[in-house]
């Protein structure tokens, strides 16, 4: 959350010569960060992001505090003013305004105090607040509005004033609502609340505030208000944020409390209201005070030794000096030989409880830009990297060289992806809270995300792939299984070019027993996806690997694609199961080798690839068998063979050829071309 | 006699003579094969004894033969020789352009978590992967969230519908990549020195959140580990990946999971650290890192008296996108060839 500070009010509590710049840094190393300094007429405004932690420096006063222990570790003098006002008698008055307060659970309100002021004179702020309100971002409104603002800025406890005559009966019950309870807030919009909101209501059952958030409408100070009631509370700050949650309406004094006020300073800023209003007013004490505290927070010791202060911070800080830099910030400290023992001052309380804690403030505060740089020294672990990570980047490297765009996509998919990839949105997990609708399942299959990607790209020539966890639904009690897949994707009908691809990998990946055979399996997920006679499954020891083919006009058509489009996809941790870097050394061979070419005639709709493994398999002298030509019926097969011990006379060659003639003929019908 | 006998004898002598390396050996060849004594001329000399029919079709193929390597000498022989070149027939218009491989693109995100990995490996950290979805616990409880910490909330952080395990509470999408602290703690022992770069997801989507990410997460656990090492080390890393005339800075911050907490800047890569509208002041957030929370050691099972630690999350797209100059990170993974293929 960001504050504007103005430097002159922060001046009024803190008594330094440091210039704004030196504020300005040293506030950003050691404690809050400026974002910027804004030039508000004569004035420096700092511009503060407070971090969670430290609701405590959501006020000029917190800031001027942190300010003095700081510039003063840094050799600038600065001086903290106290609060004179926490040395104010709270008038005692003898006949008092009656308010009866029923508080129906004390967690709702750890803290509620309460005031009334007569003779009020309903007018416009002193100068000096409105300018400092104005420069802090808020618009003045009159003088006991204005209060609360002032107050909740520099001291950081937001409070809220009532019209004392509009609440009917003197009587209040502060609760939680239950549902569907409406309120008519200050800015006149009518609220319906949710269940567990805390609200007050009057002697006649109006609600007549939605504490910490906002007041409500029939009870608000006007410019006939003559007595006012002084609320000065802290609320259980998981109501406050659930509610402002629940209404999606968040104001300043409700970003303070869900981060949690101080019950501490609730006096100090009851003490200088009371001042205010007498002084801007003209308001007379009407009503004793009202303090419900009954459980007070305890008090705190935190103890640090010197050992595990230098351990953590790397040098060496006496405990002499860490105990100086503490009693700036409000600790109370006593120090004998090796430790120190802290009492945490009381708006510290929620963030500090171990030694820890106490070491981050006394290093921040030393200065973590006075600290050295080191490299870690110890012994470095020996860990072996996971052989995936090698494999991701060869594979992405190659497929990059080949042409191919590498895209990443979003995990999660839409109810209308899956659907009109036939993929059924019960095998994929749902998001319960998705942001939106384009982003409700989390994806089982990149194919229609690389879908998608085409449908957006208007290039006449397109090939990606993608390499990505795809997330796959175990059971009720388990984690999804997160497989990494290996996806690619080319416009037009190109079976033979990504199927060569998947073969290079294959071979870059030194698996060389494989088979690509054509796709049966139509009851499964890819059944739908592929298209039924155009596409293959890739097998590695009886285990599928993946699919290459096109993608079934069907899918194409749903998404609006014109032409086919044909992709491969490819099981990435059963490749890197079966990948190998082994490298075999073989002799090269003395003898020579004889190369010749046979064209064979063949049936329609014979399988070549089959009828090359056959081919193959006839003898261990045919070291190679490509196909060389492929025309109308005839397919000319260009042979190697080559006998590593000897030189292969034209009797074994012969003898070969006739055999693989032979089995060609009986196994698929094939004839030698004459 | 055999055709095919005939067929292979001239395969046979022509793939010598094409791999033949000399005039030698390429009259070696001639006469094993076509000398007084060479095969063919032996062959030729069989044709009076064959039958009419015979005489015909095999005289026929001894000849041709014959032919077929007599000019595969003569060719050889040929290219072999140095001729005289007239190099102006030769002319090229070598401003034409040139015939190129396809040339793809690798994606901005994978070349950084590349760049990142190396620099690290330098220094002795491994890269680890642990789930994305993940249990509360890892995600949250173990580092030291409190149960209604704002991150928990159902409007910050993604969960998957139904899944939950007994002890673990819900499933969410990893918001960070600390959820792989107390994974690793669990499988590794001091010293711990890993690197998790892994996709994040949180509920929300503008110029600079994608409501998909990826972080990378530094862990070091041994036993004199201090702040000084956790600036050292990202010092180091902000010099090798942004240059040596880069400065960092630590700030204070809060996180649960580390105490003391800090945020760490880098200078402005626009204005050099001058100050303009893109930084704070001439600076550039890089991200978050403290030292490891004793609580969330002991949850990882390490010994919070005897190990320290210190930890640091920053998003690959905020670096990549500093370093780029880049200001939307939805570009990254919306598809849009046009963008990437720039890189």
Known sequence: MNILIPDSWLREHLISKATPKQVSHYLTLCSQTVEKINQVKNDSVYDIEVTTNRPDCLSVYGLARELNAILSQNKIKATLKPLVENQKEIPQIKKSLPLKVKITQPSLCPRFTAIIFDQIKIKPSPKVVQDRLEKAGVRALNNVVDISNYLMLELGQPMHTFDYDKIKGAKMILRETKKGEKITTLDKITRTLPQGAIIIEDGEGRIVDLCGIMGGANSEVDSQTKRVLLFVQTYDPMKIRRTCQALAFRTEAAARFEKGVDPGGVMPAMKKAITMFEKNCGAKVASHLIDLYPNPKKEKTVTLTQRKLNHLVGLEIKLVEAGKILENLGFKIKTDNNQLKAMVPHWRHEDISLPEDLIEEIARIYGYHHLPSHLPQGEIPEQKKAPRFEWESQVKQSLKDWGFTEVMTYSMVSLSQLEKSFLDPNDNLKISNPLTKDWAYLRSSLIPSLLTVLVTNHQEKIMIFELAHVYLYQSLKELPEELPMLTGMVNGQQFYQLKGIVEAILTMMGIDKYQFEPYQLKQTFYGKIFHPSRSAEIMVKNESLGVVGEIGPHLTAKFGLKGRVTAFDLDFRELVKNASKKKQYEPLSKYPAQVEDLALIVPPQTLIGEMMTVMKKISPLIVSLELFDSFQKTRTFRITYQNPRKTLTDKEVGKIRKRIIKRVKTKFDAKLKQ | ?343
């Open chain 2, 1 to 343: 006699m055999d055709i095919s006998k005939i067929q292979n004898l001239k395969n046979q002598a022509i793939s010598a003579v094409l791999e033949a390396q000399s005039d030698d050996e390429l009259e070696r060849l001639r006469i094993a094969y076509l000398g007084r004594k060479g095969e063919i001329t032996q062959l030729l000399k069989t044709i009076p004894s064959l039958s009419a029919s015979e005489k015909k079709e095999i005289g026929q193929s001894i000849n041709d033969a014959k032919k077929a390597i007599e000019q595969a000498i003569k060719d050889t022989k040929k290219s072999q020789q140095t001729q005289k070149i007239d190099f102006d027939q030769e002319w090229l218009d070598v401003t034409a352009p040139g015939k190129r491989p396809a040339v793809g693109h690798l994606h901005l995100v994978t070349e950084t978590i590349e760049e990142i990995t190396d620099i690290f490996e330098k220094i002795g950290f491994t890269r680890k992967t642990y789930p994305e979805v993940e249990w509360d616990w890892y995600s949250f409880g173990a580092l030291n969230m409190p149960e209604n910490h704002p991150a928990r909330d159902d409007w910050e952080t993604l969960y998957l519908d139904k899944l939950k395990h007994q002890k673990y509470g819900r499933a969410v999408l990893t918001p960070h990549t600390s959820s792989g602290q107390i994974r690793e703690m669990e499988q590794q022992k001091p010293p711990i020195r890993m690197l998790n770069i892994a996709k994040c997801y949180r509920r929300q989507a503008d110029v600079s959140h994608a409501p998909m990410f990826y972080q990378f997460e530094t862990l070091v656990v041994d036993k004199d580990i201090n702040i000084t090492h956790l600036k050292g080390t990202l010092d180091y890393f902000a010099r090798q990946y942004f240059g040596k005339d880069r400065k960092t800075r630590i700030r204070p911050f809060h996180f649960q999971f580390t105490e003391p907490s800090f945020e760490i800047d880098v200078t402005c890569i626009v204005c050099g650290g001058q100050g303009c509208p893109v930084c704070k002041d001439g600076w550039l957030e890089l991200g978050g890192a403290g030292m490891v929370h004793p609580l969330v050691l002991k949850h990882g099972g390490i010994d919070p008296e005897k190990y320290s630690g210190f930890a640091s999350g920053f998003g690959v797209e905020r670096v990549l996108m500093m370093k780029y100059g880049l200001d939307d990170i939805r570009l990254l993974f919306n598809g849009d060839l046009r963008f990437l293929n720039q890189f």
